[in-house]
C-alpha cells in the first residue's frame, strides 16, 4: 500500500518535468484570451493579454491543431447561431457607441459578439468543398492508367487556348483527422482566374477502384475567408454565396468554364477507351447538378 502513492506520485512528477513547458504555456494561453476578453471593457488589458496569448499559441501550435479538429464537428453544429450573433453585436455596438464615455460595456459585448458570430458565419463557406456538379465514369480493366486520363486532360484543356484557366495537380485530404491518418487523393485542380468565379473549382480526379479507373469530376464552391468574411455583411452583394447569386454573364462564364473542363475529361476518357478497344459511345456524357452539362 505504501508503494503505490509513491508510484502515483513519482509517474506525475515525471509527467511534469517532461510537459511542464506545455502546462505553463496552456495556462499562459486562457489567461491570454481571458485578459483579451476583458480588454474589451477595459483596454489597458490588451497591452499584456495579446503578447501572452500569441507567444503562448505559438508553443501550442500542435496542440491547438489537435483541439481545433475535435471542436469542429461542434463549431458546424452551432454554425446557424453566427449571424444572430453578428446582428446582436452590431445592435450592441450601435447602443454601446453613444454610451461609450459612461460604459464600454456595450460595446465590449458587441465586440465579443462579432468575434464569435462571424466565424460560424463563415466556417461553412471556409471548411469544406460544396459540390454543385460532378460527371464520372467507370472504365472497366483500366487498371494503372490514372496518369493517362491526368495527362489527357490537362492537354486538352490547354488545347481551348482559355488564358484565365489555370490548373495544377494537388493532393486533397477529406478534413484534417482523416488527412492526418493518411486519407488523401491526387486531384487535377481547375480554376478560373476571373474574380467572381474564383471560389469555384473543377477537382478532376481518377483512381484505381479494383481492376477498373474510376473517373470523376467535381464542380466544387469554397470561399477564402476573406471572402466569406465580407459575406456577414449585408451591404457587400459582389460576394456570391451561391451559384444563384451569380448574374447572367457570370452564369455564362462559369458554364463555359465547366463545360471546358467537361469536355477535356470527356476526350481523356474516349481516347483511353478507343487505346483499350473499348466503345466510346457507351459514355454517360451528362453531368449531375445546377449546371447540368453534357
Known sequence: MDEEPKEIYQILKDSLKK???KIVSWIVFLLGILGIIAGFFAPANFIWAIPLTI???IILKKELKILGSFLRPGIVRISPAGPVLVVVGIIFIIIGIPFFVFTTAFLGWGIIFLIIGIPLTTTNLVLKHHVIGDWG????????????????TENFLKQYGVSSIK??????IPGIIRGALGVKREFLVVKDKHFRLKPYQVLVNARDYGNNLDIAWYLTYRLSFFRALLTVFPFVSFIPKVITDLDV???QDLRAYNTVC???VLKAVEKLLLSLNQD??????KSRGFLGIS
Open 19 to 21: 510537459k511542464w513547458k
Open 55 to 57: 507567444v503562448s499559441g
Open 137 to 152: 465514369h467507370l472504365i472497366e480493366g483500366a487498371q494503372g492508367k490514372a496518369e493517362e486520363i491526368f495527362k489527357g
Open 167 to 172: 490548373m495544377e495537380r494537388r493532393e486533397l
Open 249 to 251: 454573364f457570370d452564369l
Open 262 to 264: 467537361h469536355c477535356s
Open 280 to 285: 466510346p459511345s457507351r459514355i454517360d456524357r
